[in-house]
């Protein structure tokens, strides 16, 4: 019979709050007036910088507050399927990794540390051993309360009940329609800060 043999195989998991249509991206080049140029999202340390770069110009900003990011953060771009997903964490994964969104860590860290959750003492052993080859740095270990509270928006949203909140049922029908025409055309950033809130009040009112 085929097949390979003597493989060790492990599931690894991206940390998700969800993602974006190609839309976003379409408008965010033809708000900064640079429709054709390379989309650059997080580059540039960590959080990073939102960067477009043509042939004779490039324009960034830093990507807390950016407008990409209050466009990530309406919720207008996202796919819908992702309104139905629970796993943050991606919880069936052996090993999985994130960004540490603590605010001390937003305030003192540069280059960018990711979170690491491990779930199997295999991939624990494994781990270990890049440790002691200098593959990977352990920076210090965290415990459940400080993962999850850098994290608590996105698991409200996925683990809370706000889908059975009227409040959320409107505002996902706002979101598709503006979506569906178009109408993030005439958009600002402040208009996009207040979807950003109206959400954020809708999750913040919700239970895990």
């Given at each position: 019979?085929?097949?390979?043999?003597?493989?060790?195989?492990?599931?690894?998991?991206i940390?998700?709050s969800?993602?974006m249509?190609?839309?976003?991206?379409?408008?965010?080049k033809?708000?900064?007036?640079?429709?054709?140029?390379?989309?650059?999202?997080?580059g540039?340390?960590?959080?990073?910088?939102?960067?477009?770069?043509?042939?004779?110009?490039?324009?960034?900003?830093?990507?807390?507050?950016?407008?990409?990011e209050?466009m990530?953060?309406?919720?207008?771009?996202?796919?819908?399927?992702?309104?139905?997903?629970?796993?943050?964490?991606?919880?069936?994964?052996?090993?999985?990794?994130?960004?540490?969104?603590?605010?001390?860590?937003?305030?003192?860290?540069?280059?960018?540390?990711?979170?690491v959750?491990?779930?199997?003492?295999?991939?624990?052993?494994?781990?270990?051993k890049?440790?002691?080859?200098?593959?990977?740095?352990?920076?210090?270990?965290?415990?459940?309360?400080?993962?999850?509270?850098?994290?608590?928006?996105?698991?409200?949203?996925?683990?809370?009940d706000?889908?059975e909140k009227?409040?959320?049922?409107?505002?996902?029908?706002?979101?598709?329609?503006?979506?569906k025409?178009?109408?993030?055309?005439?958009?600002?950033?402040?208009i996009?800060?207040?979807?950003?809130?109206y959400?954020?009040?809708?999750?913040?009112?919700?239970?895990?």
């Open positions: 019979m085929g097949g390979v043999r003597n493989v060790d195989i492990f599931k690894i998991g940390t998700c969800g993602g249509s190609y839309k976003a991206t379409e408008e965010y033809r708000c900064q007036n640079l429709k054709i140029s390379q989309m650059y999202y997080r540039d340390g960590w959080p990073g910088k939102n960067c477009l770069l043509s042939s004779d110009n490039k324009i960034e900003f830093g990507h807390q507050g950016s407008l990409f209050r990530f953060s309406s919720q207008i771009f996202k796919n819908p399927g992702c309104r139905f997903c629970m796993d943050h964490f991606a919880e069936s994964a052996d090993i999985s990794f994130c960004d540490f969104w603590n605010s001390q860590e937003l305030a003192n860290e540069k280059a960018g540390n990711s979170c959750i491990i779930r199997s003492e295999r991939l624990m052993n494994i781990f270990s890049m440790q002691e080859n200098e593959y990977v740095e352990v920076v210090r270990e965290l415990d459940e309360k400080e993962l999850v509270e850098s994290q608590y928006q996105v698991l409200l949203a996925k683990k809370g706000v889908r009227r409040k959320y049922r409107f505002f996902t029908e706002l979101i598709d329609t503006v979506f025409y178009r109408l993030y055309k005439i958009f600002n950033i402040r996009y800060r207040k979807f950003c809130s959400y954020n009040q809708i999750c913040r009112g919700s239970h895990i």
